[in-house]
């Protein structure tokens, strides 16, 4: 049994998705105390419970203390079978974290699999869907199994409602060698919205072409959405390399600027514009579970955050795998499993 | 932990919202509730009129999107007056009765936000009294920015819950308790953990309450107070009325507490309401409950059970609603077993007894009561008295001491205290004034309470009575009793050495009378001076 502290290091929901993941491949039980516990609502949130639950109903894995508001939780892991699978997910919540906590065990599962996750594609709390499909998907296709996500139907917050499908091919992890990105191929600015006047994307657009200069008119485009999908607003940067690709995003909120989102993220793109590493900082904390997994590889990525610290410490105890975190440059970092 | 079922009215006003994709900048309770990632509604039983079925679709279906984890359970309620009070209650009690709810298995939370305030407040009443076991769930606009989920709390009803609250009622409690005990800081444990009962008792019952322990051990004032904290807590009007029931003997006794028409005896000039009727809306206290007759207590009885009695001539019955606080120094039990006290009126009265300690089982408390006492005095007599710090020490020592009885409680320490104070005309007690006191109480003790007056004090004064052996005591007392009734001191002697005159040829019994009167310093002239 794997005891985790769960008031040590950031990232309470990603520490949960993250040991269930690693509990199904390793068959390791595990417990985790303080779940969230610095937290003004401390215990498992609904979106937790949700990505648990997934993770049980692909394994037939039992749980106790697997409730709203539960400081403990103790998974004893059954085993990851392949098949058709359908999970919603509630409002706050996104199909993209579900898809976390149960795609390696899938991945690595006797057979191809099929998943319909519903519930929101592009909101705050999580990677949008893009990013899924064109910066995380593509490495596990090079490290061998292949993956296609498909984006039936968006979801924002707070309606939800959106829709993706998974086909799922199984096929060991290859280790793999991330530690340069290539020539830049080009990059893209979208912003799909519904249900908001068309203005607001527009103003988001603007604000960001300032930011980005280099950029051409022709890399940003405004995508109108069918009205009941909504309401609701992206902006999504995306920078293509010849090895990697990065999206950042500004999600729509309620009392922010069109402007300020615009600023925000072309300002994020700029940092990863003018460094060299191959993962950005959420594709960092995605390629640990794979990497490790793969038992070797390494990739580059800039200044690591808690969230990426606490994800190679929990893969390392699930594992036994010794994870390196090296710096390389100013804000340069190596990651490397072996 | 236990899967959430929520309990709501749809909101025909709050929920409703144009329907397009700006309902989802507005905040709709029934929605907003089940959007909140620390809050999982797994059933929600939503109930609305059969006029605003094509809202709950909507809602219903929004509550789809953001929550697939929850099941809406439609209840199709028609109110005639949806303001209507009674109507209102009976419904929602009938409805409370048929839904199946199992509180063991699920967490039931009763949303009081939306509906009509008659419901709101219906829903908060059944909620109160368990028909619906749950707890209030209360849901709201985030202030400032436009939010659909809103934000949400739960009202437990059960306020010593919340932690400001709970302190302010510990507060309260304190206050009260020390309310009770007149504000005297008392330190015995026994004392403070019966006055912690009482307090808790006297704001919650209207019950009768029975106070037992010895005479002087505060009975009496102790009731008047938890009629007075009761009064401050509007919890009682009316008057207290306190009567001793050994004062009340023979026919008159009736007439007391039941009063009387005019003519009904002999002497009833005029109607009498008795002491039952001046107690009505407030506490009567009977002191000495066991000194009252058979009869009498077959009367009061029936008072405190139904709050009608008989009063004496009358031929019908006389109403009054009061709180009986029954005060006693016998074993009740034992004078049920001898037959002098009704068992059914003990089992009434036995409810909330409470036995109040004698002061030598607290004489921790005998510092604070005296500076309580030394206050009331100057309250009394517009002026106040101090001990000097080596009188008080003194008189401390002695009244801590296994020496000190106080077989009468705290009426001899508040006779001490205005005995010295009055011997102190100059306010200050000093040690020359302990010492007297302290010879008048080792006097009134050493016999006073165990037997009855012996007399001496008469003939001698407290100290020297204080000093006596009880050896000497007994025999002096018989000597100075026979000089008193005897015509001369001849006769005294006679009478007091017959046995050994029967013996001897000569005696002089006289002689030997003044030589012992003479070793307590009496003569036969103080016999025939107070004749």
């Known amino acids: 049994m794997i005891i985790i502290d769960g008031s040590e290091g950031e990232g309470g929901g990603q520490m949960v998705r993250n040991s269930c993941a690693l509990s199904l491949v390793t068959g390791q039980p595990f417990r985790i105390t303080n779940i969230r516990g610095k937290r003004s609502k401390p215990g498992l949130m609904r979106q937790h419970v949700t990505a648990v639950e997934a993770a049980a109903a692909i394994s037939g894995s039992a749980c106790s203390g697997l409730s709203v508001g539960s400081s403990e939780l103790t998974f004893t892991p059954g085993k990851a079978r392949a098949g058709d699978y359908r999970f919603a997910v509630g409002t706050a919540g996104s199909t993209g974290l579900v898809l976390q906590t149960v795609l390696m065990p899938l991945l690595l599962a006797d057979g191809p699999s099929r998943l319909v996750l519903e519930g929101g594609t592009h909101n705050m709390q999580a990677p949008p869907f893009d990013f899924i499909e064109r910066c995380f998907l593509p490495v596990i296709n090079r490290m061998g199994p292949r993956v296609s996500a498909r984006l039936v139907r968006h979801g924002f917050y707070p309606r939800g409602g959106g829709r993706i499908e998974v086909e799922i091919a199984p096929a060991p992890l290859a280790p793999l060698d991330c530690t340069r990105r290539g020539a830049l191929l080009g990059v893209r600015a979208q912003a799909p919205y519904c249900g908001l006047a068309g203005e607001i994307p527009q103003r988001m657009i603007d604000r960001a072409r300032k930011e980005l200069p280099n950029w051409g008119a022709a890399d940003f485009a405004i995508r109108k959405l069918p009205e009941d999908q909504g309401p609701g607003v992206i902006l999504m940067l995306e920078a293509r390399y010849q090895e990697a690709t990065e999206i950042v995003s500004g999600f729509g909120q309620l009392g922010v600027t069109a402007e300020r989102l615009g600023k925000t993220a072309a300002a994020r793109m700029r940092g990863y514009l003018e460094c060299e590493a191959f993962a950005g900082p959420y594709l960092a904390d995605q390629l640990i579970l794979p990497f490790v997994l793969a038992g070797g590889g390494a990739f580059t990525t800039v200044k690591p955050s808690q969230h990426l610290i606490t994800a190679i410490d929990i893969a390392q105890r699930f594992t036994g795998r010794a994870v390196r975190l090296e710096q390389q440059s100013e804000s340069g970092h190596r990651v490397w499993v072996g | ?531």
């Not at chain 2, 025909?12 to 397009?20: E, P, V, Y």
């Not at chain 2, 932690?163 to 004392?191: C, H, M, Q, V």
Request: proline share 3%.
């Open chain 2, 1 to 531: 932990m236990k899967p959430t079922t929520v309990i709501s009215f749809l909101g025909s006003t709050l929920d409703a919202a144009k329907f397009g994709p700006s309902r989802w900048m507005k905040w709709r309770p029934s929605v907003g509730l089940c959007m909140h990632e620390d809050l999982r509604v797994d059933r929600f039983v939503m109930i609305h009129g059969n006029l605003h079925s094509r809202l709950a679709d909507y809602v219903t279906q929004d509550i789809a999107a953001v929550s697939p984890e929850t099941r809406v359970e439609r209840h199709v309620l028609d109110f005639a007056d949806a303001w209507d009070f009674e109507e209102v209650y009976g419904r929602l009690l009938d409805f409370a009765r048929g839904l199946p709810l199992d509180p063991d298995a699920e967490d039931v939370l009763v949303h009081i936000t939306t509906g009509t305030h008659v419901a709101q407040i219906c829903l908060f009443l059944l909620t109160e009294a368990h028909y619906l076991p749950g707890r209030l769930l209360q849901t709201q606009p985030r202030r400032g920015a436009p939010d659909a989920a809103g934000t949400w709390s739960v009202i437990d009803l059960d306020l010593s819950r919340y932690d400001s609250i709970a302190t302010r009622f510990a507060n309260e409690s304190a206050e009260r308790s020390s309310f009770l005990k007149s504000g005297i800081e008392t330190r015995n444990p026994a004392f403070n953990t019966m006055i912690d009962e009482i307090e808790q008792v006297a704001s919650r019952t209207r019950a009768p309450i029975l106070l037992m322990g010895p005479t002087g051990a505060g009975k009496s004032q102790l009731a008047r107070r938890i009629f007075e904290l009761k009064k401050l807590k509007r919890q009682m009007g009316g008057s207290f009325v306190e009567v001793n029931c050994a004062t009340l003997r023979g026919d008159s006794a009736m007439s007391a507490l039941f009063g009387h028409r005019k003519g009904a005896f002999t002497g009833a000039a005029a109607d009498r309401a008795g002491l039952l009727r001046s107690a009505d809306g407030g506490m009567l206290f009977l002191d000495e409950i066991g000194e009252l007759g058979l009869d009498e207590q077959a009367m009061i009885l029936r008072a405190i059970e139904d709050k009608h009695f008989l009063p004496v001539g009358a031929d019908k019955e006389a109403q009054s609603e009061f709180q009986l606080i029954a005060g006693t120094n016998r074993d009740l039990a034992a004078c049920v077993a001898a037959g002098t006290f009704r068992e059914d009126l003990y089992a009434r009265l036995n409810l909330w007894t409470f036995t109040l300690p004698g002061l030598a089982e607290r004489r921790e408390d005998i510092a604070p009561n005296l500076d309580y006492e030394l206050d009331r005095h100057a309250e009394r007599e517009g002026e106040r008295v101090t001990f000097n710090k080596e009188a008080r020490a003194d008189y401390l020592a002695f009244a801590l001491s296994p020496a000190a009885r106080w077989s009468g409680n705290f009426r001899d320490l508040a006779a001490s205290v205005t005995r010295m104070a009055t011997f102190s005309p100059k306010g200050r007690i000093d040690v020359a004034a302990v010492t007297k006191e302290i010879a008048r109480l080792k006097s009134l003790w050493t016999d006073g309470a165990e037997t009855d007056d012996d007399g001496l004090e008469r003939w001698l004064s407290a100290e020297a009575v204080a000093d006596l052996d009880p050896f000497d005591r007994v025999q002096l007392a018989y000597v100075v009793e026979t000089c008193a009734t005897a015509r001369s001191l001849s006769e005294a002697g006679r009478t007091l050495f017959a046995a050994s005159r029967e013996k001897r040829a000569s005696t002089n019994d006289a002689d030997r009378l003044r030589k012992y009167l003479a070793r307590f310093g009496l003569g036969w002239d103080d016999f025939r001076g107070r004749q």
